[in-house]
């Protein structure tokens, strides 16, 4: 397993391009299963992640081809051989269960494996099953697997989110485009990848208002036809990179960055003490004088603080001047980067959803484990300020989510190299 080795200390300086976003090319990808027609999008990021969804769409005999380096993914699933997403698949990643809207909209059947827990909590699928039930999908789970018929298709429902839940939604939004009827999806998820999905299913026929609010209306069709969709910049991605700049000093522009994007993230940066400089390339970063600020933050669905930036805020705090309260409301168990940043020097209080982080002067560098996906860039993060060296292992989980993370780093003046594993 690969680690990464980053020695602290160096002011960043230059410009890093963000990629498309992985969630919501997670979402646009199972989207082919509704057409015969070939969707292409550009813009993919090239990640892990994407390649596990390409192989699960591919073991249902859908084609994906990754043209230009897999910046352009070229789908169709015209000659369907399956609808049996397998659990070796599904374990690897929970956003596999997003094939199960769309193989019951389009082919009336689907045997989807559950997809298990993860590192930051029990992630039931409990939303979404409900919503494809409520459509009139009949639903067995029966050995790991849902079993789900629709004989006579779906059918046009209202369906309102106990809780939001971004998945819920897709798969949900999916399934109302070819469902017979009226669907009206209440306290769904606005986040820009829900927007990104509905705007691709339009483009491909079909008939969708309301997304980016609480309520969104579909009216089913009979088919969608093919589509070109560029996948929309990864808003998490850039708030990541943002970090880089607010932590170490210096300043960076993030190419395709747009501050609607990280709205209520910015204004935790701005009360930090970072300066977010809106250009006509992306954003500019850059540390105002004097030290952090400490800051409380609560993450929210969006347009709130976004959970998937929570570990990469908790770095920057830990070197912030005063006392910081992290309040995480999305998952049960995502402060996992917090022993490994106690372990770097940091002050870390954790009782339950709440981390109360103490400002230190200077974290110190140490041998650190990524643990998942966000929680191991915010070593990254916490690693390109400590004085010394900090070797993060088991960086396959920063892999799934962050493209070449250490040589766009280095483009800006970090010391960072990737050690090979055995
Ligand atoms: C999506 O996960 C993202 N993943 C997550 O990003 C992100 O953290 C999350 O949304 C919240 O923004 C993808 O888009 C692929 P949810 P998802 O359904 O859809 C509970 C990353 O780092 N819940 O909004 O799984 C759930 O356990 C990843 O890129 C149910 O109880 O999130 C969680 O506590 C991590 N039952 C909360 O709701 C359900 O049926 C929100 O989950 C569904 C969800």
């Not at 020695?7 to 989207?31: D, F, V, W």
């Not at 596990?52 to 990754?66: D, I, K, N, P």
């Not at 897999?70 to 000659?79: E, R």
């Not at 860039?377 to 989510?401: M, P």
């Amino acid at each position: 397993m690969d680690s990464i080795a980053v020695t602290g200390g160096a002011e960043l300086r230059g410009e890093i391009p963000i990629a498309g976003a992985k969630n919501a090319c997670l979402t646009l990808m199972p989207a082919t299963l509704l057409s015969d027609q070939p969707l292409t999008l550009t813009n993919a990021p090239r990640l892990s992640d994407i390649r596990t969804m390409t192989t699960l769409l591919q073991s249902l005999g859908a084609e994906v081809q990754g043209l230009q380096g897999g910046q352009v993914l070229a789908l169709s699933s015209h000659d369907l051989t399956s609808q049996h997403a397998d659990y070796e698949i599904v374990r690897k990643m929970r956003a596999s269960i997003l094939v199960l809207g769309p193989l019951l909209a389009r082919y009336g059947q689907a045997e989807v494996s559950l997809p298990g827990g993860c590192a930051i909590g029990a992630r039931p699928v409990d939303l979404h099953l409900n919503a494809l039930e409520a459509m009139g999908a009949e639903l067995d789970l029966r050995d790991g697997y849902v079993h789900a018929k629709a004989p006579g298709g779906l059918k046009g429902a209202v369906v309102e989110f106990p809780f939001v839940s971004v998945g819920a939604t897709e798969n949900a939004l999916m399934a109302a485009t070819l469902a017979k009827g009226t669907t009206v999806l209440k306290n769904a998820a606005r986040e820009p990848e829900i927007v990104d999905l509905a705007q691709c299913l339009r483009a491909m026929g079909a008939q969708i208002e309301g997304e980016g609010t609480e309520t969104i209306t579909v009216q089913g069709v009979t088919q969608l036809h093919g589509a070109t969709h560029a996948v929309v910049t990864d808003r998490i991605e850039l708030g990541t990179y943002m970090l880089a700049p607010a932590i170490t000093g210096g300043e960076v522009e993030l190419l395709g960055g747009r501050i609607a994007l990280v709205q209520a993230f910015c204004e935790k940066l701005d009360a930090a003490g970072i300066a977010v400089e809106e250009t006509a390339r992306g954003l500019k970063v850059a540390r105002k004088n004097g030290r952090i600020r400490a800051v409380d933050v609560v993450t929210e669905p969006f347009p709130g603080f976004p959970t998937d930036l929570q570990a990469q805020m908790m770095a920057l705090l830990c070197t912030a001047e005063g006392t910081s309260v992290l309040e995480e409301k999305i998952f049960e168990n995502r402060f996992m980067h917090a022993p490994e940043l106690m372990r770097m020097g940091a002050q870390i209080e954790v009782h339950g959803g709440t981390a109360t982080v103490t400002g230190v002067e200077r974290l110190k560098g140490a041998p650190v484990m990524a643990t998942d996906l966000r929680a191991s860039v915010s070593l990254i993060l916490a690693g390109l300020a400590a004085e010394g060296e900090t070797l993060v292992s088991r960086v396959y989980h920063l892999d799934r989510g962050y493209e070449r993370v250490e040589e766009k780093l280095r483009a800006c003046g970090a010391k960072i190299e990737r050690v090979a594993g055995e």
